[in-house]
Structures are given as structure tokens and as C-alpha cells.
Nanobody
Framework: QVQLEESGGGLVQPGGSLRLSCAAS????????MGWYRQAPGEQRELVAT???????NYAHSIEGRFTISRDNAKNTVYLQMNNLKPEDTAVYYC?????????WGQGTQVTVSS
């Protein structure tokens, strides 16, 4: 089993930056993919970015090149660098871990973008 712990959320002004972290613990597969999703109040959860075990990335069109996903396999940690944040980025951000046989979510970290 794998557990995920997100951190790095908070309150930031429009145009500011945050870096989210997600640390995985437990029995980690070498073939895992990970990603970030987000969910605003009253809305559907949506994909933000994904990254494979080998570092191949994919991004949602809605972030318009402002975010970067990365990972440190030695630390079993994935990051989301968020720049030029906008009020519409306000949401709970969830880390996601998946393999062919197992998937799990973190509990989420709140990101609020407001002046």
C-alpha cells in the first residue's frame, strides 16, 4: 500500500507563486506514474498535470504553461511549481499515484489566490 502526503498550499496574491510537494510512502513501485488534480468548490475534479516514472509530462490546457510538474525518485516525491497564479486557480489540489494494479489519492492541500 502507498500513502500520499501533500504540502505547500496556502494563500497567495494574484501573480504570485507556490510550490506543492507530494511525498509517497509505503511499498513504492518503480513503474508508478503520479499527477496533480484540483477541485474548486461546487465543481468537478480536473487534471492539472501528470508525470511518468521516467519523467514524461503532460499538462492541462487550462494552466497555459504556468505550471511545471517534476519528481525526485530518490525522495519518492513529486512537485508542482505554480507561477503567475490567478484567482481561478483557487482549489484543493490532490496528488495522485497509479500503476497497472493500484491507485490512490492524497488528502489534498488548499490553494487560495486572492488580493
Amino acid at each position: 500500500q502507498v500513502q500520499l502526503e501533500e504540502s505547500g498550499g496556502g494563500l497567495v496574491q494574484p501573480g504570485g507563486s507556490l510550490r506543492l510537494s507530494c511525498a509517497a510512502s509505503g511499498i513504492i513501485s518503480r513503474f508508478n506514474d503520479m499527477g496533480w488534480y484540483r477541485q474548486a468548490p461546487g465543481e468537478q475534479r480536473e487534471l492539472v498535470a501528470t508525470i511518468t516514472a521516467s519523467g514524461i509530462t503532460n499538462y492541462a490546457h487550462s494552466i497555459e504553461g504556468r505550471f511545471t510538474i517534476s519528481r525526485d525518485n530518490a525522495k519518492n516525491t513529486v512537485y508542482l511549481q505554480m507561477n503567475n497564479l490567478k484567482p481561478e486557480d483557487t482549489a484543493v489540489y490532490y496528488c495522485y499515484y497509479y500503476t497497472l494494479t493500484f491507485r490512490t489519492w492524497g488528502q489534498g492541500t488548499q490553494v487560495t489566490v486572492s488580493s
